[in-house]
């Protein structure tokens, strides 16, 4: 069965487990592979133009449902595509709603890091010394550890060195937001995934797919059609907080279209 997997969709399926296996044994042994690698918000003192890339092929640690569940429809859904479009087409098509996803995640986090940053800057401290802070990732261990013993210490200490002014350390609140938003990052493979979803269902809509819950056949234009306002309402409706970054899924999903779509109209032209 792995050997009927085309090429790219193959390759992509053995990084993914390949990056699952490393992050998994490096935060078991107390390293952070997994957050160096997640796309941070692009005005994060932590985000790197590489991540653009690696949080496509990084995965949730808390268990393998999300990976396995991407994977599953990579491999059902992407070694279809690749067949229909071959292995070059397929690749742009990949990276593309990926790297779509990962801009339009950006919009909720872009414009709150900005604000705080001039906030804190206006507030007296120093660019540079803020942007440290965050790099250096003392506070962000204290508060994912929730062992807030030592916090009040942590600020009397930055403050002591001057790295935060009289104001901030009175009160800090911006800074412990900017710190937070600037350590979200985003990972998975979802974003290109929605991409190859949308495309099935404009080029493949009558097909028809087994839902497992309820095992009952529908086709793919009902149930990814759905699935996809689902993701929109959840991106801009939706009161409810989760850890799903589903304006990354609407916006793979967004580049997915539009690349079908060109696509399909370009072929067109030229086959007349």
């Known amino acids: 069965m792995f050997n009927n997997i085309p090429i790219v969709t193959k390759n992509i399926l053995i990084i993914n487990i390949l990056m699952y296996v490393a992050t998994y044994i490096d935060y078991q042994s107390g390293g952070d592979l997994h957050s160096f690698f997640a796309a941070h918000f692009i005005n994060s003192p932590l985000f790197q133009p590489f991540q653009l890339v690696t949080h496509m092929f990084s995965h949730s640690l808390d268990g393998i449902f999300h990976i396995f569940f991407n994977m599953f429809m990579l491999v059902m859904f992407g070694s279809h595509l690749e067949r229909v479009w071959g292995a070059k087409r397929y690749f742009i098509f990949y990276f593309s709603a990926g790297i779509g996803a990962f801009l339009l995640y950006n919009t909720i986090g872009f414009f709150p890091i900005a604000e705080l940053k001039q906030q804190l800057v206006e507030m007296g401290n120093s660019s540079y010394k803020i942007d ?29 060195k001057g790295d935060i002014s009289m104001e901030t350390f009175q009160n800090p609140q911006a800074l412990v937001d900017y710190i ?88 067109r032209r030229n086959f007349y």
């Open 132 to 160: 440290q802070i965050v790099k250096d990732g003392i506070f962000w261990d204290y508060y994912v550890s929730h062992n807030t013993s030592n916090l009040d210490k942590y600020f009397v200490g930055l403050y002591q």
């Open 180 to 267: 937070v938003y600037s350590n979200k990052g985003m990972v998975g493979a979802s974003g290109a995934l929605f991409g190859l979803l949308a495309a099935f269902a404009i080029l493949f809509p009558n097909t028809e797919l087994m839902l497992l819950f309820p095992p009952i056949p529908i086709k793919a234009k009902y149930f990814i059609g759905g699935y996809l306002v689902y993701e929109v309402y959840m991106s801009f409706f939706s009161s409810t907080v989760d850890n799903i970054a589903h304006l990354a899924h609407v916006g793979g999903a967004v580049v997915g279209i539009i690349l079908v779509l060109y696509w399909r109209k370009r072929d």
